[in-house]
Nanobody, 117 residues
C-alpha cells in the first residue's frame, strides 16, 4: 500500500503563491504518476496537474502557466508551486498516485487552499 501526506495549504491573498508537498511512503516502487486534484464546494473533483516518474507533465488549462508540478524521486515527494493565485483556485487539494497501468494507488487526506483578500 501507498500512504500520502500532504502539506502546505493555507490562506493567501489573490496574486500570492503557495507550495504544496506530497510525500509518499509504503509501496513506492509501484508509483508511476503523482498528481494533484482539487475540489471546490459544490463542484466535482478535477485534475490540476500530474507528473510521471520520467518527468512528463500535464496541466489543467485553468492553471497552465501559473502552477508548476515537480517531483523528487529520491524523496518520493511531489510538489505543486502555485503562483498568481486567484479566488477561483480556492479548493481542497488532494494528492494522488497511480501505477503505470493507471490504477489509483492512494489519495491524500486533502489540504485546504483559500485565496481571499
Amino acid at each position: 500500500q501507498v500512504q500520502l501526506v500532504e502539506s502546505g495549504g493555507g490562506l493567501v491573498q489573490p496574486g500570492g503563491s503557495l507550495r504544496l508537498s506530497c510525500a509518499a511512503s509504503g509501496s513506492i516502487f509501484s508509483i508511476y504518476v503523482m498528481g494533484w486534484y482539487r475540489q471546490a464546494p459544490g463542484k466535482q473533483r478535477e485534475l490540476v496537474a500530474v507528473i510521471t516518474s520520467g518527468g512528463t507533465t500535464n496541466y489543467a488549462d485553468s492553471v497552465r502557466g501559473r502552477f508548476t508540478i515537480s517531483r523528487d524521486n529520491a524523496k518520493n515527494t511531489a510538489y505543486l508551486q502555485m503562483n498568481s493565485l486567484k479566488p477561483d483556485d480556492t479548493a481542497v487539494y488532494y494528492c494522488n498516485t497511480q501505477s503505470r497501468a493507471g490504477s489509483v494507488l492512494a489519495w491524500g487526506q486533502g489540504t485546504q487552499v483559500t485565496v481571499s483578500s
